[in-house]
């Protein structure tokens, strides 16, 4: 009936159903299921927050208890576990929801509950980082946040029901109805576009992961070469573990390429245009070495730099195989997510060991690292040379071309500069002892280092002990490391190195920015003997 009201027993007095309490719990409580889950596949975590519960029930369970319950149900068990996951969590959404008729402090103990499980289950995973953390804040924050905004009105109508002299006009009361019941329904349709959207995020990617964990590749472990570590405590590994190496791309999400759709097409100013599949790469036969590959935009002292372990094939037979035309002289790289950089053809060709890399110390590139392919030049700086996802080859003319980097103001040819930094003492650091071992990397790809030498206090330089490579006789394409040992008195003081080139040349101390083809300058460290460090071993101040 449509009309006035006022002359009935008002309607809408009474306290909400139970089943709406329920309804907001369940809502609210699907809503931060369905973000955790977005977000995990968002972050292309690789399972998700159900599935780690999961998993980590049966991780967790008393060793018994769980190895019985696998051993009659099989693998089913786990289909099982979750499956009663998921038939349990609505029942504890509704009960939050319920609990919200006494306190929202009841509900919210609840949500930390089942909260707490999330991050218990994400933090035992193996190998789990604090990312693995993120889809189960981001759950928790939803119903932090939906959760008491469902229940709002509810509890406005809970409230009347009690008062009903407090209670404003029916419709008041009707909108305040109609508000819970169009909130419930907007949050339950966000909940299903979250979660289906966020199923779709990042599916290729995790699909090309799986293709890559299972690649195996004629590639060997690396093995480091002897003399190249030296013996320092903190000091930064010789080889750069994969998960620590930087990264660098224009790509916001970088291609998730499977090797089986992957080609690399060589066109432009050859004898012949070919197009590369993955196989037929892998067909030249790969070549290993130890490269140092650095940023152009690596301010001194900074960590855009790393020393791995690549194979990959030589990227002088590559272009054999297309032939050359004569008044090339550079190649137009051009990777799958449109990045290029242009390459001076003789880096492709000489024997300086160029490489199309397959493998990062000894496994395939990581999808962040460029797979399935990726161009390593040894002496270049990376945005000259080192396109990930490389996709096409256009043989070129400098005259003709221009790369991504370099028609935004950075170098054309981009040969790398000479370089070191000193990694111990820490800068701003204090040390108990007189005795200081400075220690870091000095490095030179391609053209080696004579030596490296470090200044204290603007004293004179002094010859540091440098590990075996980076020298023009030994692994001249991988950085090198170096120690020295000082005697400081208490007080500050400032370290500063430099690297000295093959030829006897020292690395310049001319401070340069990093724009257009490198920074120049001595990295300098202040640190701090403390009044109390012990005298030197040696008694010389003994009196
Ligand atoms: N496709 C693509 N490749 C790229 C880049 C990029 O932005 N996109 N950046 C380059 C730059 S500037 C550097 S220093 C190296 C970094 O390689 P890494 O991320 O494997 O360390 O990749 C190069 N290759
Ligand atoms: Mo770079």
Redesign the pocket.
Known sequence: MIGPVTDRTPPGLGAPPAWAWALAGLVAGLAGVAASHAAAMALTLRESPLISVGQGVIRLTPGMVADGAIGVLGAGAKVLLVAVIVALLPLLFALAGLLARRSLWWSALVFTALGAVGVAAAVTAPGAGTVDLLPVVAGVAVWVVVFPLLTGPLRHLARWAAEPRSAPAEPHRHRTRRGFLVGAGLTAAAAVVLGAGGQLLGRQRRRVDQVRRLLRLPVTRPVLPAGARLDVEGITPWQTPTDR???????LVPPAIDPGDWSLRIHGRVEEEVTLTYQQLLALGLTESWVT?????NPVGGP?I?NAWWSGVRTADVLALAGVQDGADGVLQT?D?G?T?LTPLDALTDDRGALLAVAMNGEPLPI???FPV?TVVPGL???VS????VVDWKVTRFDDDEG??TSRGWGVRGPVRIGSRIDLPADGSTSATRTVTAAGLAWFQGTGLSGVQVSLDGGGWQDAEVGASGRADELVDAWAQWRVVLDAAPGQHRLRVRAVAADGTPQTGEQRDVLPDGATGWHQVDFEVSDDADQPDDGADAG
């Not at 080192?386 to 996802?389: E, G, H, L, Q, V």
């Open positions: 190496f930087y990264k660098i791309q224009t790509a590959l650095n940023c152009v935009s855009l790393g990777s997510d990045w950089c962040d690292h460029g990726r700086y990376g945005y080192a396109t990930k996802w991504y980097w």
